[in-house]
C-alpha cells in the first residue's frame, strides 16, 4: 500500500470536520489535531510495513511446507529389482542356499 503523508491525513481531516460545520483556526487546538494525525499516520505507516513483512515471511513458511508436502507424498520411481549373488554353501550338499544344511533333531532317549 501507499504511505499516508501527515499533511494529507490532516488535510482530509480538516476538510470532513468542515463539511459537517466545524472549522479549525490556526491555534493549539488545530496543533494537537495535527500532532495526533501526525502520530495516527506514523502508526499507520508502520503496520503496513509489519504487515507486508508478515505476509513475507507466512508466504516463505507456507512454501516451505508445501514443498516439505510435495517431497513427502510424490510418487517414488519404480526400484529396479537385480538378482541377488547366489552364495555357495561350504558343506557338502548342492544346495546354493548360503547357509549350512539343517540336521534332523535327535530323537530324545528312553531311560
Do not use: W
Amino acid at each position: 500500500m501507499n504511505k499516508i503523508n501527515k499533511e494529507e491525513m490532516f488535510t482530509h481531516l480538516k476538510g470532513f470536520l468542515k463539511s459537517k460545520g466545524i472549522e479549525l483556526q490556526e491555534g493549539t487546538y488545530a496543533k494537537r489535531i495535527q500532532q495526533a494525525c501526525g502520530v495516527l499516520t506514523d502508526s499507520v505507516n508502520v503496520s503496513q510495513e509489519a504487515l507486508a513483512r508478515a505476509k513475507t515471511a507466512m508466504d516463505k513458511g507456507l512454501d516451505q511446507l508445501r514443498q516439505t508436502i510435495h517431497e513427502k507424498t510424490a510418487p517414488k520411481p519404480p526400484v529396479i529389482q537385480t538378482e541377488p549373488a547366489k552364495a555357495k554353501c561350504e558343506c557338502t550338499c548342492e544346495c546354493d542356499a548360503g547357509a549350512k544344511p539343517k540336521r534332523a533333531a535327535k530323537k530324545p532317549r528312553k531311560r
